[in-house]
T-cell receptor, first 113, second 114 residues
Framework: SQKIEQNSEALNIQEGKTATLTCNYT??????LQWYRQDPGRGPVFLLL?????KEKRKERLKVTFDTTLKQSLFHITASQPADSATYLC????????????FGAGTRLAVHP | GAVVSQHPSWVICKSGTSVKIECRSL??????MFWYRQFPKQSLMLMATSNEGSKATYEQGVEKDKFLINHASLTLSTLTVTSAHPEDSSFYIC??????????FGPGTRLTVL
């Protein structure tokens, strides 16, 4: 069955450093992959989308890579700030139809001053 | 842009009662709306997909008679949890999209069934 793995342990980093989160998947060939941010008790907020034919995408301090051979995506936050502390979700999608997403359980990021 | 609202943000009800949750896209017309459920420290689990004017498509294992979904217009979808029981207590989140791969999520509704 399709499986998405995100590091279940919280990632603790110092302010100003680069945070790197990992998303691995098996038994799936997504047409695209998305990253969302979720704060406690709130709905996810869309951050970035990267398609299967793209290697890297950037948006301000955010960078995502997508390696369809390794079946892995890396999500980077450069110059991290305490306000970046949240849970980050990886979601895989297939184009066509109703564009359903399959979500990972997320990785909690804590940025310390 | 792309704002999705949910109402109520939280609800407490007695076992056996029905609860309705509304999901609205405020500044765009949503061709598709999705309903998810999330238990603590777990991923979002898709319950059903609905398109305006047609019946919802439910995921395997989700009881369609228990979780009634109505997508009455391009800006409104409702989820009704019928005869709710304590095991239905969860965080329910809707999302909406308009002919794109990106989904815009509502703030979620915390349901507690006593």
């Amino acid at each position: 069955s399709q499986k998405i793995e995100q590091n279940s342990e919280a990632l603790n980093i110092q302010e100003g450093k680069t945070a790197t989160l990992t998303c691995n998947y098996t038994n799936y060939s997504p047409a695209y992959l998305q990253w969302y941010r979720q704060d406690p008790g709130r709905g996810p907020v869309f951050l970035l989308l990267i398609r299967e034919n793209e290697k890297e995408k950037r948006k301000e301090r955010l960078k995502v890579t997508f390696d369809t051979t390794l079946k892995q995506s890396l999500f980077h936050i450069t110059a991290s700030q305490p306000a970046d502390s949240a849970t980050y979700l990886c979601a895989l999608g297939a184009s066509g139809g109703y564009n359903k997403l399959i979500f990972g359980a997320g990785t909690r990021l804590a940025v310390h001053p | 842009g792309a704002v999705v609202s949910q109402h109520p943000s939280w609800v407490i009800c007695k076992s056996g009662t029905s609860v309705k949750i509304e999901c609205r896209s405020l500044d765009f017309q949503a061709t598709t709306m999705f309903w998810y459920r999330q238990f603590p420290k777990q991923s979002l689990m898709l319950m059903a997909t609905s398109n305006e004017g047609s019946k919802a498509t439910y995921e395997q294992g989700v009881e369609k008679d228990k979780f009634l979904i109505n997508h009455a217009s391009l800006t409104l979808s409702t989820l009704t949890v019928t005869s709710a029981h304590p095991e239905d207590s969860s965080f329910y989140i809707c999302s909406a999209s308009f002919r794109t791969d990106t989904q815009y999520f509502g703030p979620g509704t915390r349901l507690t069934v006593l």
